[in-house]
């Protein structure tokens, strides 16, 4: 993996780091029907940005967590 890119499974997390305005470079199909989020951003600030998530500290607009969800689950249904 790039020191520049971060790689998930966790749907919902992905769309927390797409909603912090960074961009999904790949989606990787894997066996067994799931999928691999693949962000321009560092594992290093990935991180920070979810540590703030789950300490309930991270400020995102509503609207642009919303359209990151339906951003990627219409990536993951059409296999784009």
């Known amino acids: 993996m790039s020191d520049l890119q971060w790689k998930s499974k966790d749907f919902y997390l992905s769309c927390v780091i797409r909603a ?3 961009e999904l470079v790949n989606l ?9 989020f693949v962000f321009d951003i560092s ?9 703030l998530h789950w300490s309930k ?3 995102l ?20």
């Open 20 to 22: 912090s305005g960074f």
């Open 28 to 36: 990787e199909r894997k066996e067994h029907d799931f999928s691999v």
């Open 43 to 51: 594992p290093q600030k990935a991180e920070e940005i979810i540590s």
């Open 57 to 59: 500290q991270l400020k």
């Open 61 to 80: 607009p509503t609207r642009d967590l919303i359209e990151a969800i339906n951003e990627l689950r219409t990536r993951l249904k059409s296999g784009v």
